[in-house]
């Protein structure tokens, strides 16, 4: 790593990462916290807003589309130079300048709805506002972690927070749904505003090493995280299938409140369960990323969970029968949860510190092009019908990742970091971690 020395506040007690990996470090258990209470509040928001616009304001599936659309485009287009923001400024000023004005947006739509002065409109605006502030922080929060361990924690460090997600898509849609029905959809609002104010306190607590030094050689310019990418056939290989997945097979997320309310019609509270069902899949599958994100076998992982996913969210489509449903959801939880971690790991591993947060911009970047594909299968719905839109943007997705095996013989290739050794060079494609 080309970072100076880490201080003793960040380093495990032994100098190694210890039997709880990650968590051996201290500075990174106070981010996981932070992070904790950040995501809980993202969770009511991901599931309050679908209630929001097809309950409260009675809009159709385009409409739900369009707000997650309008959340989307800013993302994408502000990550790659939110990626340069995190190469030159310090991570932690970032993070909470982007955090603390999270927790007034979403302060000001909770007050708007609390105040009966909702309208789509004003919703759309604030999801413009929600995601050009998630660009900001996005790059920084993963070009942080080596700052607060040791690389050889990695691993397990992008998998305890992968946990955090999944763990929060069981809790938060769950408690979102109970609080919807008894106090109202406001209120959820206002609970995620008050966890970013949190995360805030605790983020405002970290204690980092130096920013990582600059090569001689380096790309310095806005665009080096995407021609640092599209040079390395691994990476572009990588980001490809993120870019696939959330563009056309995880926008099903958010027409979730369309099969409770209209095909399953499980109201507000079955919306939670559902939610909860593919959270639970996917903390499972964390815990799974943990053996075998920095394995040997990790990218014949990737492409076959990838594979799985796809057919699995078709099977949801597909699917009258809450029982049934909440199986597909939970088996496509699990495996999205494998594909994309170990991909996340492999990328932390062997990108460069100096270009950490331009390409960490790029990956986060795919993350948001799921509301993107929500807008698209929000008008597909309006032509062929919720389930199989549906069914053939998760089809797309099985499709897209037996082409990938089939052409990307570097997936199969990848080390075992695990090894006392330097990540060599994948079919001459991709460099050693630091090149």
């Known amino acids: 790593m080309t970072a100076g020395p880490v201080p003793a506040a960040t380093a495990a007690p032994d100098g190694e990462p210890g039997r709880w990996g990650a968590f051996s470090y201290p500075n990174y258990r106070r981010f996981w916290f932070a992070s904790l209470v950040r995501v809980f509040g993202m969770q009511f928001h991901i599931f309050a807003a679908g209630w929001l616009v097809v309950s409260v304001l009675d809009r159709s599936p385009i409409w739900l589309g369009l707000v997650g659309f309008s959340q989307a485009v800013p993302t994408i287009v502000l990550s790659v130079p939110a990626g340069v923001l995190a190469d030159r400024m310090e991570h932690r000023r970032l993070l909470l300048a982007s955090q603390s004005l999270m927790a007034v947006n979403y302060l000001a739509l909770a007050t708007l709805i609390m105040t009966g002065l909702v309208n789509i409109w004003l919703v759309i605006g604030w999801a413009i506002i929600a995601g050009s502030l998630s660009a900001l922080g996005n790059p920084a929060q993963q070009a942080i972690l080596p700052r607060l361990i040791d690389m050889r924690a990695i691993a397990s460090a992008v998998a305890f927070n992968s946990a955090i997600w999944n763990s929060m898509r069981i809790v938060g849609p769950a408690s979102a749904g109970v609080l919807i029905a008894i106090i109202g959809v406001g209120q959820a609002f206002l609970v995620a505003a008050i966890a970013f104010a949190v995360s805030v306190v605790l983020i405002a607590r970290l204690?980092?090493?130096a920013m990582p030094a600059r090569r001689p050689d380096a790309d310095n310019s806005l665009l080096g995280g995407l021609r640092y990418i599209a040079k390395h056939r691994l990476f572009l290989t990588i980001v490809g299938l993120s870019f696939f997945s959330s563009l056309f097979g995880m926008s099903y997320q958010f027409l979730m409140p369309i099969f409770a309310d209209d095909i399953l019609e499980v109201g507000e509270v079955g919306l939670g369960v559902m939610g909860a069902a593919a959270g639970i899949g996917a903390l499972l599958g964390t815990i799974a990323v943990a053996k075998v994100g920095a394995g040997r076998y990790r990218g014949q992982v990737m492409i076959a969970s990838a594979t799985l996913f796809g057919l699995l969210v078709a099977g949801f489509a597909a699917s009258t029968w809450l029982p049934m449903s909440l199986v597909f959801l939970f088996g496509a939880g699990f495996v999205s949860s494998l594909y994309l971690n170990v991909g996340m790991t492999t990328l932390q591993i062997l990108v460069p510190d100096d270009l950490r947060g331009r390409v960490m911009?790029?990956?986060?970047?795919?993350?948001?092009?799921?509301?993107?594909?929500?807008?698209?299968?929000?008008?597909?719905?309006?032509?062929?019908?919720?389930?199989?839109?549906v069914a053939l943007g998760g089809l797309s997705v099985s499709v897209f990742a037996v082409v990938l095996y089939l052409i990307s013989p570097e997936l199969s290739r990848l080390p075992d970091t695990r090894e006392e050794r330097e990540p060599a060079a994948v079919g001459g494609e991709a460099p050693a971690r630091g090149s």
């Not at 790029?362 to 062929?384: D, H, I, K, P, Y």
Request: net charge neutral; hydrophobic share 55%; proline share 3%.
């Open 207 to 209: 204690r980092l090493s």
């Open 361 to 389: 911009g790029v990956w986060s970047m795919t993350w948001f092009l799921t509301s993107v594909g929500a807008f698209v299968v929000g008008a597909g719905a309006e032509v062929l019908g919720t389930p199989l839109t």
